[in-house]
């Protein structure tokens, strides 16, 4: 009876949302006749650090929690195989190298992608990865008959990051729901990352990420996608919630234990009008302009 309890503790629904009104136009890189209506599930917990047998036997037995509420897409915290290992004291490059993957030869990745396919889902799965030689704070994108859509690289590195290798673009991958795209964590404190991403299509915004999860940063994710008019999912250790193109909350769940949260969105409500249709790119030149 205690697991029960526990286990419906560390699940959080959210009721769907209601209806929307008739989709939005179509974006510069979108399709109206892409599908609206999306179940997400995003993970909660803390990783152990450098354990990877340990967290990803934690994202099966969630995964498999999530079965019930049928998600269409599954999305993990930051760098979640290796618990964000980058961030420990005793981290260094050597070291992440010893627990980097391979993207086309690691057994884990593997089992994601089979996962994916076996319960006909996407999945978002964050891990350290090891490209030509180089490392990246990466997140792939796996679709429902389990292939890798894409894997991105983390593009804003401060401190630990460091380790890593800057990612060196912001791409947004096709999905049955328009493009899609990933920023990780501290991606997000630069609002130019969510409007590439959204001027690409993308009408939700995946934020794996492992840092800081204050209510300050509520603020800030709520008004990325309020100035974007999209959702953005932020997906943390400690918290996980979906941001709508209103800038308010659609669904959140606080704990640091391993659970998840799923809720119902409905990409309709995404728009291409008001902050999107009334730019004024050509006074912004200075936005691309190289750092001196």
């Not at 009876?1 to 560390?10: D, E, P, T, V």
């Amino acid at each position: 009876m205690k697991w029960i309890i526990g286990l419906l503790l560390s699940i959080a629904l959210v009721v769907p949302r209601a209806e929307a009104g008739a989709p939005g136009g179509k974006t510069e890189a979108g399709s109206a006749a892409a599908e609206n209506r999306l179940r997400l599930t995003m993970m909660t917990g803390i990783p152990a650090k450098w354990k990877l047998d340990e967290n990803f036997e934690v994202f099966l037995k969630q995964l498999e929690a999530a079965r019930a509420g049928k998600p269409d897409l599954f999305v993990t915290p930051e760098c979640w195989l290796d618990g964000y290992a980058a961030a420990a004291k005793d981290s260094s490059v050597a070291r992440l190298r010893g627990i980097a993957q391979d993207p086309d030869a690691s057994p884990y990745l593997a089992r994601v992608a089979k996962e994916a396919r076996e319960r006909g889902i996407m999945l978002c799965f964050g891990f350290t990865s090891l490209e030509d030689g180089k490392l990246y704070n990466a997140a792939g994108l796996w679709d429902k008959d389990g292939r890798r859509i894409g894997i991105y690289h983390k593009t804003h590195l401060q401190t630990h990051d460091l380790q890593f290798t800057p990612g060196a673009s912001l791409p947004c991958w096709p999905t049955p729901w328009g493009p899609m795209g990933i920023m990780i964590c501290a991606d997000r404190r630069w609002p130019e990352t969510a409007r590439v991403l959204r001027l690409q299509g993308a009408r939700l915004i995946l934020n794996p990420s492992y840092g800081m999860h204050s209510e300050k940063n509520e603020w800030w994710m709520r008004t990325r996608s309020y100035e974007n008019q999209c959702f953005v999912a932020f997906v943390h250790p400690n918290t996980a919630f979906v941001a709508d193109p209103g800038g308010d909350l659609a669904a959140r769940h606080v704990s640091d234990q391993a659970g998840i949260l799923s809720c119902e969105i409905d990409l309709s409500e995404a728009k291409d009008d008001n902050h999107l249709s009334d730019r004024r790119p050509e006074l912004y030149g200075i936005l691309t302009e190289p750092k001196h």
